[in-house]
Structure formats: structure tokens, C-alpha cells
């Protein structure tokens, strides 16, 4: 349900500032108005305090003792944690190159000194109406996550493997250079890129035998239905074609559209590169754990074969060479 125009807005606002004076003065107009504040008196604490008391939104001088109003709000849009909490920078009257440098650390608003109450209020509240809509939205998110890791669940032998694809899914795509949209895309997708096997009957999920034409036609329905699923999300757009697409293949023999070479999204090809790789080095009921190397062999050998992408399984392979791949390698030697 959003938030509806009429209900007063409530919540809780972090103050961070090092002259007592100027806390005190927010701390009173804001509690006035019903928000619950709390008040620190350094960046240090501004970070600590946004962290454990996750409010609704942060107020942060500029000019602060060890770390400064910039350095703290960079360190909160940077942390998966808070990076949805509104940051509005108390900057000194009409600096310029302050309002800049917000800028490129992510402040949501700003204001001058000596702040004025009306449009101090007024930014307060239309940033905590927003908080509003994506606390929603999140809610929505975390419904599909839990909604993944349940179907996850069923299976003893997946354990943790959403939670590795999407961490790890996430190294590989920093590593070849994609865009902020596609790394958070890839960490969700790794997530619930499977929500779709919800559809598919826990007889044949976990049947240990081969399956029937019949059975793998329905397991082959999973991407498409997860897409339907994630589809009224529009956060998720970027996700989208990662669920559609997370099982073609580079010589078009893959599933659901039998897409070929580059028309499968790259995102994609990243998070299957990651999924095969989990897939081989965890003990599943028709198979046993392989060791790291037989897996990158076998993979090496799908690369031939024209099934995935040689540039993304070189890259992922030179990670997990150096030891970067940690979180997978501990599963697979766990696995063996
Ligand atoms: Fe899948």
C-alpha cells in the first residue's frame, strides 16, 4: 500500500553535526513536528548511527570532525545497507563547488546555512515521502527474495547457491567493467533467477533419475515464468532478461527462445558462466562435487562445444585462478 497524502509523515532523522548549537536547533524543530531524531556529533558516529538504527533519512554537516559530510555520505550510498536513506548536506550559504562535490557523492538534497525552517521542513518531508514508496518497493523486492530462497530450500542440494551467484556473479560482472544498473541486476537476479521453478511440481525437481520429455518441457517453462513473476517490478527491469535468458546458449541450443551469440544480454552470460560453475562444483543428487579444476575443464570444454562465452569464462577462470573467486572456491572444496 503507498502512502497516502493525507496520513502525517513520520520517521526517523539522523542529525549529524559537530556544534552542539546547530543539533540542538534541528533536534528541537524537527521533534516539534513529531520526528523521532538522533542526534551524533561526527561522521564516525553519523556512519555507525546509520547502520544500526537504519532511519528515514540523514542530515549531515558538511564541515565535521574525522570524517567530513561528503566522506559520510559516499561510505552510506556505497553500503548496500543504507544506500536508500536519503542524505540532505548542510553546506555553507551558496558554495558552489560544495553543491558539486554532493553531488558526485550521491546527497539526495541540500541546504544552506543558516538553515531556513519552512524549506528545511518542506525538504524533510518530501525526501521522507519518497523514502516512503521505496521502503514499499523493497517490501516487494523481499517478498521475491524470500519467495527464491524458499524454493531454494526445497532442495538441500542448492543450499546457499543463490546467495554465492549473486556475490559472485557481481565480482565477474565489476571485473569485466558493466554498468552500476547491471551489477545491481546481477545481485538480484542471482537471487531470483530460479523464482520461476515455483510452477514446477517438487516430484520433478528433485527426481533423482532422468527426466521424461514431458518433465524437462516444464522445467524449461522456469525462466519465462520468472519473468512474469518479477515482471510488475519496475526496479527489476534490468533483471528481466537475466531470468528470461539465463539458460541459451551462445550456438542457440539453449532455452527458453534459443537466442544466439551476442542477442543473449551479457548480463546473462555472466550469471550462467557463474551458475554452471556452482552447479559443477556442488554435489547434486545425479553427480558427485567436481574439484575446481575438473570444473573449469568441463566448462573449458562448453566453450568449444559453443555454449557460452569464451571472453566472460576466460575472465571468470583468471579470477578463480588468483584466488579472488573465494566464495565459490570454499563451496567447491567444501563440496568435494
Ligand atoms: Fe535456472
Redesign the pocket.
Known amino acids: 500500500m503507498l502512502h497516502q497524502s493525507d496520513q502525517p509523515i513520520t520517521g526517523t532523522i539522523l542529525v549529524a553535526d559537530d556544534q552542539a548549537a546547530n543539533r540542538e536547533l534541528l533536534e528541537e524543530l524537527l521533534a516539534a513536528q513529531g520526528f523521532k531524531v538522533i542526534t551524533v556529533s561526527d561522521g564516525a558516529a553519523a556512519l555507525q548511527e546509520s547502520s544500526r538504527a537504519q532511519p528515514d533519512l540523514v542530515l549531515l554537516d558538511v564541515m565535521m570532525p574525522h570524517l567530513n559530510g561528503f566522506q559520510v555520505c559516499e561510505q552510506i550510498k556505497a553500503n548496500p545497507d543504507t544506500y536508500l536513506i536519503p542524505v540532505i548536506l548542510i553546506t555553507a550559504l551558496s558554495d558552489r563547488q560544495d553543491r558539486i562535490q554532493g553531488i558526485k557523492v550521491g546527497a539526495d538534497d541540500f541546504l544552506s546555512r543558516p538553515v531556513d525552517r519552512t524549506e528545511l521542513l518542506a525538504r524533510v518531508r518530501s525526501l521522507l515521502k519518497l523514502k516512503l514508496r521505496t521502503d514499499e518497493l523493497e517490501r516487494a523486492e523481499s517478498v521475491l527474495f524470500t519467495l527464491a530462497q524458499s524454493i531454494e530450500g526445497k532442495d538441500p542440494y542448492t543450499h546457499g547457491h543463490c546467495e554465492r551467484l549473486a556475490e559472485y556473479s557481481v565480482r565477474l560482472g565489476k571485473h569485466l567493467g558493466l554498468s552500476q544498473d547491471e551489477i545491481t541486476a546481477l545481485r538480484r537476479a542471482g537471487v531470483v533467477?530460479?523464482v520461476g521453478k515455483i510452477a514446477v511440481p517438487d516430484a520433478i525437481l528433485l527426481k533423482p533419475g532422468r527426466l521424461s520429455p514431458e518433465e524437462w518441457k516444464l522445467i524449461q517453462e522456469?525462466?519465462v515464468v520468472g519473468e512474469r513473476i518479477c515482471a510488475p517490478l519496475k526496479s527489476f527491469r534490468f533483471v528481466l532478461p537475466i531470468i528470461r535468458h539465463?539458460?541459451e546458449k551462445l550456438d542457440g541450443s539453449g532455452y527458453p527462445d534459443g537466442l544466439r551469440g551476442d542477442a543473449i544480454p551479457v548480463t546473462a552470460r555472466v550469471l550462467q558462466i557463474v551458475d554452471v560453475y556452482d552447479a559443477l562444483t556442488t554435489e547434486r543428487p545425479y553427480k558427485h562435487a567436481f574439484s575446481i579444476t575438473e570444473a573449469l575443464q568441463t566448462m573449458k570444454q562448453e566453450v568449444d562445444k559453443g555454449w557460452w562465452d569464451a571472453r566472460i569464462f576466460d575472465q571468470f577462470e583468471r579470477l578463480v585462478r588468483n584466488g579472488t573467486a573465494d566464495v565459490l572456491s570454499r563451496s567447491a572444496a567444501a563440496g568435494r
Do not use: G, L, N, V
Request: no cysteine.
Open positions: 533467477h530460479d522456469h525462466p539465463h539458460h
